[in-house]
Structures are given as C-alpha cells and as structure tokens.
T-cell receptor
Framework: GAGVSQSPSNKVTEKGKDVELRCDPI?????LYWYRQSLGQGLEFLIY????????KSGLPSDRFSAERTGGSVSTLTIQRTQQEDSAVYLC????????????FGSGTQLSVL | AQTVTQSQPEMSVQEAETVTLSCTYD???????LFWYKQPPSRQMILVIR??????QNATENRFSVNFQKAAKSFSLKISDSQLGDAAMYFC????????????FGKGTSLLVTP
C-alpha cells in the first residue's frame, strides 16, 4: 500500500478482555516497530522486527503483551487481560533496512480500556 | 538507556516568524543519530529532519534546520517563516549507532502557530 495502515483506528474494550491490533507496513519494508503513546507522553518503544531475525522485545511492559509478524509483512500486537493503564495510542512504523532510514508511521490505534 | 529531554511543553509563534524548539540528550556513545518528528492531529508521525552525530555540519531541510552541539548534547530545531501547517507536536528522538534500532523519543513540544 501507499503507507502504513493500522486497524482498528479506535478500540474500546472492557478491563480483562484481550485485544488485537493490526499493522500493515509499506511493501518492501523489512523493519517494523510498535510504539505506545500515552496521553501527554512521548513514544515508548515496545518491539522491533527485522526481516527473519528474532524480534527485539525489550520494550514490552509485561507478559500480557505479545506481537508477531507473519510472512515478514503484517504484524499483530496482542494485549491479554487488558488493564486501564493500557489505554493509549499504539503506533506502528516501518522502514527499509538501515540505521539511518526514516520511519514511516501509521495513524495509530487509540485503545480505551474501561 | 539514553534519555531525551524536551524542556518546552508548549511553544507559540506568529506566522512568518522563526521559532526554535530545544532538545537535549544524555549518552556516553559517540556514534548515534538524531531526528525530529512532527505529529499533527492525524497522529501520523512524519520525519522533519535527521542528523548523523559524526557530521559537524548542521542538517537543513527547506525551512527547517538544526543546531547540533555535540559537546553540549543539544539538538535544537529551528523553523523559519512559520506556517499555519507547522502547528503540531514535535518530538526529538535519539537512535544508538551501536545497540539496537529503537528510537528513544522525548515527551514532545506542542507548537502553536498564530495568524
């Protein structure tokens, strides 16, 4: 596609439920990132995928968070047993390989946990 | 982990004027990269400008330029001839040249542009 696509745009869920957030990166981009943006805060790194390498999961805040990337393309971020503190905007970004490459971001998923 | 500090939560500038957004960072590395990203209300972050630490020359992109002071660990963004479309959140970000690919972001500066 023309840009990074994320779905859903908004998600409201009840505390304790599981949610799945989807990211469709730009075709040909081998690197994919998930970030979390809480209200009034900067972006918090969650996880990074690069090609077929093992992902860098160092930013995941707890074992309730997991992510996978199938076929080197679409990625899904799963949050199990959601808590109110999980409410945030979840941003996905992709880039070509290379440490100086710019990231292309999606418009994010606004998650609200009631 | 490297920390990025943006000390100005909000800034305001008149159309056609110049504004400077500040950013400082803390690192012991010599090899790294610095970025400024813009986030409009659409939430989609857009790269404004980037700088490699080993380059002494300040990066410039049209109306946007940086003042990179490596010894002071400072990376400010100057916006010249400000336009209404420049109104957004601006985030400074750091990426290590040695360990990992994650960008560390500051908390952002909200820029208001007044007519």
């Amino acid at each position: 596609g023309a840009g990074v696509s994320q779905s859903p745009s908004n998600k409201v869920t009840e505390k304790g439920k599981d949610v799945e957030l989807r990211c469709d990166p730009i075709s040909g981009h081998t690197a994919l990132y998930w970030y979390r943006q809480s209200l009034g805060q900067g972006l918090e790194f969650l996880i990074y995928f690069q090609g077929n390498s093992a992902p860098d999961k160092s930013g995941l805040p707890s074992d309730r968070f997991s992510a996978e990337r199938t076929g080197g393309s679409v990625s899904t971020l799963t949050i199990q047993r959601t808590q109110q503190e999980d409410s945030a905007v979840y941003l996905c970004a992709s880039s070509k390989t290379g440490i100086y490459e710019k990231l292309f971001f999606g418009s994010g998923t606004q998650l609200s946990v009631l | 982990a490297q920390t990025v500090t943006q000390s100005q939560p909000e800034m305001s500038v008149q159309e056609a004027e110049t504004v400077t957004l500040s950013c400082t960072y803390d690192t012991s590395e010599s090899d790294y990269y610095l970025f400024w990203y813009k986030q409009p209300p659409s939430r989609q972050m857009i790269l404004v400008i980037r700088q490699e630490a080993y380059k002494q020359q300040n990066a410039t992109e049209n109306r946007f330029s940086v003042n990179f002071q490596k010894a002071a660990k400072s990376f400010s963004l100057k916006i010249s001839d400000s336009q209404l479309g420049d109104a957004a959140m601006y985030f400074c970000a750091y990426r290590s040249g040695n360990s990992g690919y994650a960008l560390n972001f500051g908390k952002g500066t909200s820029l208001l542009v007044t007519p």
